[in-house]
């Protein structure tokens, strides 16, 4: 198991392009897999998760491979039934994504993971795309995976969502695109799926009462794409500029999806000096932006934000862990079925730095100081929380070790080379 032992290195300093966003590499390819011609993806997040995702529409009979700077990805005329068991590895995009797409191919396929994802919870996918007529077994009666589908000719369905996930508004928007399908979210989660599928030819509206309907399509047109650097990837930047004495880290062409955003309006609360440059994008908006360290105040971090940053807040329990005063996380519960349990782990790990944390079944309560360390954390199974102590170890006196570190390859194998790359 791979080991970081990390401590303070003065200032942060310089320039980074951070690696292509994960949820839109996922999609560019798993769409253009299923699109009626050949498309060119440009910076696609070159790490284990879009691998993943690369490997299981290669299993059905697309080609993935490298063209000049770019990938292109050559859909087969229909996907074929994978003679393998499909192995997602540590990707829940990778996994719920696909059993959407399967869920509407006359054929069966088995999808599985790693330990880490073969514990996390499957049913808010299989029972959706059970009633549009799949047929799915799991574990734990499709709690788990491994699943098998067996799918085909599926019906409309409108499906009220008791939780807002992205991934599985993703599953049945896949699984509709022949029928059309209906889709509610209690709050809208990232809406990278809408603005590409448009892109491809689909017809969404979505009503004032929260509904969102996608019209039947006889098939998805290709589309290239050019993703823009991963804003999740970018918040571990940000609050290492934000904590770190006399730090300034500028970041290049990085994501600013609205329904993504949510750790720039959280740094902003928490009094960060982050300056955002909007540029000229395509179906995401990017800008560059430029963060400089300063002091930071606790905040709350509830309701649509908490969505909105979901997969940042670890990184933002860091900067609270930071900062003056107290920081609440809430309406957060869904921390608990990530890669691991990140309520437990960020509590257990900000613990050994010192810290005063309140866990609770939705969130925690951070009481901000100065992390002293020596710092130890168990990340095995979790790349964000490998990424955020190896930020909040810039910054503690006595360092952080991280156990399991390797985790990183999840999403940002070359994050320790673009920490080492940041100097006074
Ligand atoms: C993702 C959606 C979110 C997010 C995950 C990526 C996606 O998960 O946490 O890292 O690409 O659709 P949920 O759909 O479970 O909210």
């Known amino acids: 198991m791979n080991e970081w032992s990390l401590a303070p290195d003065g200032a942060l300093r310089g320039r980074l392009r951070v690696p292509g966003d994960k949820s839109i590499s996922h999609r560019a390819i798993l769409f253009n897999a299923l699109a009626r011609g050949p498309a060119r993806v440009r910076n696609l997040l070159a790490s284990d998760d879009p691998k993943a995702t690369m490997d299981a529409v290669r299993a059905m ?3 993935v491979e490298p063209d000049g700077d770019a990938l292109i990805v050559r859909p087969p005329a229909r996907l074929t039934e994978p003679k393998d068991v499909i192995d997602c590895g540590n990707s829940g995009t990778t996994i719920r994504l696909l059993a959407g797409v399967c869920a509407a191919q006359p054929f069966h396929s088995v999808l599985t993971g790693d330990g880490s994802l073969r514990r996390r919870p499957m049913k808010r996918v299989v029972e959706p795309l059970r009633r549009m007529g799949a047929r799915i077994d799991g574990r734990a009666d499709g709690a788990q995976a491994p ?3 067996r799918g085909g000719s599926l019906h409309m369905v409108q499906h009220d969502l008791p939780v807002p996930s992205a991934q599985v508004k993703s599953a049945c928007l896949l699984a509709g695109l022949q029928t059309g399908v209906a889709i509610r979210e209690p709050r809208l989660s990232r809406d990278h799926t809408e603005r590409m599928l448009a892109k491809m030819g689909v017809t969404l509206r979505r009503a004032p009462d929260g509904w969102l309907v996608a019209l039947p399509v006889e098939h998805l047109d290709p589309v290239d794409v050019d993703v823009p650097g991963d804003i999740s990837a970018a918040a571990f930047w940000l609050v290492a500029g934000a904590i770190v004495p006399g730090s300034e880290i500028y970041l290049e062409n990085v994501g600013i999806n609205p329904t993504r955003a949510g750790v720039l309006d959280a740094l902003d609360r928490m009094g960060a000096s982050v300056q955002v440059f909007k540029k000229e994008g395509g179906a995401e908006p990017v800008a560059d ?6 002091p930071l105040i606790g905040t709350r971090i509830d309701g649509d934000l908490a969505l909105r940053c979901i997969d940042e807040l670890p990184i933002l329990a860091v900067a609270a862990a930071f900062a003056e005063g107290e920081t609440v996380i809430a309406d957060a519960a869904e921390l608990r079925v990530k890669e691991s349990d990140r309520i437990a782990q960020m509590a257990a790990g900000l613990r050994t730095l010192g810290i005063e944390v309140e ?5 925690m309560v951070i009481q901000g100081g100065r992390p002293a360390g020596p710092g130890i954390c168990d990340a095995t199974g979790d790349h964000r929380i490998a990424m955020s102590f190896a930020v909040a170890a810039r910054a503690t006196p006595g360092g952080v070790t991280i156990r399991g570190a390797d985790a990183v390859s999840s ?14």
């Open 61 to 63: 009979g697309a080609v």
């Open 147 to 149: 699943i098998s589908i």
């Open 289 to 294: 932006l430029l963060v400089r360290f300063g």
């Open 359 to 363: 866990e609770r079944p939705d969130g």
């Open 411 to 424: 999403s940002y194998p070359g994050f320790r080379t673009d920490l080492e790359s940041l100097r006074a």
